[in-house]
Nanobody, 120 residues
Framework: VQLQASGGGLVQPGGSLRLSCAASGSIFSIRVMAWYRQAPGKQRESVASITSSGSRNYADSVKGRFTISRDNAKNTVYLQMNSLKPEDTAVYYC???????????????WGQGTQVTVSS
């Protein structure tokens, strides 16, 4: 099982980016999917999460600007980021609670991270 994130890049303040993260491998089911970020010199922080039924949670710093969604058929989670600010600059990581076919419990998996830089 692995998570592959994509969609990062350089964007001007006020711009938008869409991140994607696809889970692949021998997967039985996926519970929560989430995005975290880590800025230089700071701890990794939760950005947004979504359950398999579509219940969402957001960090206060991104509410109203970021939208998390998922496609259960594709085992993919998305993060639409609008009105980006320089303080959103970070490496963004996807995370998912996955039950592999050969395991009886859920395991937390991390994607490799994708850089988002907001700068003029």
């Amino acid at each position: 099982v692995q998570l592959q994130a994509s969609g990062g890049g350089l964007v001007q303040p006020g711009g938008s980016l869409r991140l994607s993260c696809a889970a692949s491998g021998s997967i039985f089911s996926i519970r929560v999917m989430a995005w975290y970020r880590q800025a230089p010199g700071k701890q990794r922080e939760s950005v947004a999460s979504i359950t398999s039924s579509g219940s969402r949670n957001y960090a206060d710093s991104v509410k109203g600007r970021f939208t998390i969604s998922r496609d259960n058929a594709k085992n993919t989670v998305y993060l639409q980021m609008n009105s980006l600010k320089p303080e959103d600059t970070a490496v963004y990581y996807c995370n998912a609670d996955i039950r592999p076919n050969y395991v009886s419990d859920y395991v937390g998996y991390w994607g490799q991270g994708t850089q988002v830089t907001v700068s003029s």
